[in-house]
């Protein structure tokens, strides 16, 4: 069983900055690939960013590429996304996912819950 637990969001505005975090329980965390994901009203969950097991292979959206830093610790079972400039366009709710074989290039296996952002202006 993997549990993924988002934390972080919160209401800011346009510019701000903001730091997500998701903790991984349950399973070898070190292998996995981990990514963000997320849903803006009315719209499909899209793609935000992916870093691979050793944390130096990051891959952007285009739209946050910039703007938006992934990270991860592994000896915290951790990865966090920095989010920069924030924009009106960002608010949406931030999902945390997992990808078990390592490749971020596969569909995820787990998910968190998601956590709100919203950016007002």
């Known amino acids: 069983q993997v549990q993924l637990v988002e934390s972080g969001g919160g209401l800011v505005q346009t510019g701000d900055s903001l730091r997500l975090s998701c903790t991984v329980f349950?399973?070898?965390?070190?292998?996995?690939?981990m990514g963000w994901f997320r849903r803006a009203p009315g719209k499909e969950r899209e793609f935000v960013a992916a870093?691979?097991?050793?944390?130096?292979?990051?891959l952007y959206a285009a739209s946050v590429k910039g703007r938006f830093t992934i990270s991860r610790e592994n000896a915290k079972n951790a990865v966090y996304l920095q989010m920069s400039s924030l924009k009106t366009e960002d608010t949406a709710v931030y999902y945390c996912?997992?990808?078990?074989?390592?490749?971020?290039?596969?569909?995820?296996?787990?998910w968190g819950l998601g956590t709100q952002v919203t950016v007002s202006s």
């Open positions: 996912a997992a990808y078990p074989t390592g490749n971020y290039f596969h569909a995820p296996s787990y």
């Open positions: 870093i691979n097991s050793g944390g130096d292979i990051p």
């Open positions: 349950g399973r070898t965390f070190s292998t996995f690939a």
